[in-house]
C-alpha cells in the first residue's frame, strides 16, 4: 500500500506570496493532519481534517488554512507569507478508528523557504 | 504542550540494545503512548504504541509501567541506521493532534 504522498518536496517563495501544499493520505484513511516544523518550535499541530471538516485546530494565525475533499486529499495554504513560515510542512493521515492498531503515518514533508 | 518529558541525548553501541525512557505522569486512563522516530528532515516514522501492556513488533518493544506514569522503548540491537530523533507522545487517539516534545536524539555509535 502506497504511504502518505506530499507535493511538492520543495518550494521556494517570496515574501507576500502564498503557496498551497498537497497531501494524498493512504489509501482508505480518511483523517488528515498538518504539523509544522521549525528548529525553533519543532514539530507543531496545525489543523486535522477528518469526513471535509476541520475537527481540531493548533494556535496558529489564520494566514494559515486548509481543506479535505470528497477523496480525503487534503491542501493547506498559507497566504502572505512571512520569513518565518519557512518550515518543514508535514501531512499525517490515520483511519481514524479507536483501535489498538491505528496511528498517524506521515508522509516525507514539502521543505518551503520564504525568501 | 507536550505531555512527556524525555532525557534530550543518548549514546548507544551498535548492536546493544537502546534503551529509551520517557515520563507521562499526568497521562489518562484512555491515553496511549506513541513512539515515532525522524531521521534528519524526513517524516516522523511509527515505530510503535500501547495502551496499558507491553508491545513487540519488528522495530521494537514498549514496556510501560504499571501506573502507566512512564514507558521505555527498546530497540534490541541497534545499529547505526537507528541515529535519529525519538519522540514518546501521549494522545487519546490518532484524531487528537500529537503534542511532540523535542524527543531524544539517540547517536548509534560504532
Known sequence: KAGVTQTPRYLIKTRGQQVTLSCSPISGHRSVSWYQQTPGQGLQFLFEYFSETQRNKGNFPGRFSGRQFSNSRSEMNVSTLELG??????????????????????????????L | DAKTTQPP???????????????HSTI?????????????????????????????????????????????????????????????????NTGNQFYFGTGTSLTVIP
Request: aromatic share 10%; glycine share 6%.
Open chain 1, 85 to 114: 513560515d519557512s518550515a518543514l510542512y508535514l501531512c499525517a493521515s490515520s483511519l481514524l478508528l479507536q483501535s489498538r492498531t491505528d496511528t498517524q503515518y506521515f508522509g516525507p514533508g514539502t521543505r518551503l523557504t520564504v
Open chain 2, 9 to 23: 541525548s543518548m549514546d548507544c553501541a551498535e548492536g546493544r540494545a537502546a534503551n529509551l525512557p520517557c515520563n
Open chain 2, 28 to 92: 489518562s486512563g484512555n491515553e496511549y503512548v506513541y513512539w515515532y522516530r525522524q531521521i534528519h528532515s524526513q517524516g516522523p516514522q511509527y515505530i510503535i504504541h500501547g495502551l496499558k501492556n507491553n508491545e513487540t513488533n519488528e522495530m521494537a518493544s514498549l514496556i510501560i509501567t504499571e501506573d502507566r506514569k512512564s514507558s521505555t522503548l527498546i530497540l534490541p540491537h541497534a545499529t547505526l541506521r537507528d541515529t535519529a530523533v525519538y519522540y514518546c507522545i501521549v494522545s487519546l
